[in-house]
């Protein structure tokens, strides 16, 4: 009988590439997460850039393909199928709007029965979003 080998991320791997993203970007070691911002609205974008070093979060607009592994989450407002499956593929927690084309994919984190595989965030202004980066930020480190 052929074994098969599942399809699962090295943490170690992931947490060599985080390194490597945060010393490119001159990012301080001690940053909490590294969050791929992937949305339109400049206010939001700039409100998170601006409130990044009082919650400790590198948010990067931008990265290369080959450093998405060390990436820890990503915010996007977007329902593109083909984005999400290759960000959720490299184990990045997604922070998306909670919508209609989103429900069948995507249930909200629930800390307590840990279910759920995202963020969700309600109304798209930058207090909702936040407010889900910082929900993320309490939950990273879970055992």
Partial sequence: MK????NTISLPKKTEMRKNILRNHKQKSSTRAVILVDIQDEEIRKFLKESASFIEVFFVDEIEENELLGVDAFIIDTEN???LKKYIQQGIAPIVFDSNEN???????????FTGNAFLYKQKNKYAIFSQVCRFLENIRYP
């Fill in 103 to 113: 429900a069948e994919i995507f249930k909200d984190f629930d800390p307590m029965k």
């Fill in 81 to 83: 199928i083909t984005t």
């Fill in 3 to 6: 074994k098969t080998q599942k």
